[in-house]
């Protein structure tokens, strides 16, 4: 059984940074395809950011060169560095992850595990 649980989230000013974890059990990074997406209140769910099992990464297009994916096959750990945050970056942060080793989709359709989500608010 696949468990996939993020932590990190909290409040955070604008211009601050956070680093989101989502520890994964029953599935192996290091040989699959991960990514985070994020939901605020009201809107769809939006990718922001993936990683696929060659460390190849893709990112949405307002987060570029202010979040960075990441994951440590050792920990089994996918991460999120984000800075800059900005007040309508507020959501509930949700790590995903697919079996395929070659996935470079920020659709939630692509995506078969999720975890619980982590709250990420900064306010304006």
């Known amino acids: 059984q696949v468990q996939l649980v993020e932590s990190g989230g909290g409040s955070v000013q604008a211009g601050g940074s956070l680093r989101l974890s989502c520890a994964a059990s029953g599935f192996t990074v290091s040989t699959g395809s991960m990514a985070w997406f994020r939901q605020a209140p009201g809107k769809e769910r939006e990718g922001v950011a993936c990683i696929d099992s060659t460390n190849y990464v893709l990112y949405a297009d307002s987060v570029k060169g202010r979040f960075t994916i990441s994951k440590d096959n050792a920990k089994n750990t996918l991460y999120l560095q984000m800075n800059s945050l900005k007040p309508e970056e507020t959501a509930m942060y949700y790590c995903?992850?697919?079996?395929?080793?070659?996935?470079?989709?920020?659709?939630?359709?692509?995506?078969?595990?999720w975890g619980q989500g982590t709250q990420v608010t900064v306010p304006s």
């Open positions: 995903a992850a697919s079996d395929a080793r070659h996935l470079y989709i920020l659709g939630a359709y692509a995506y078969d595990y």
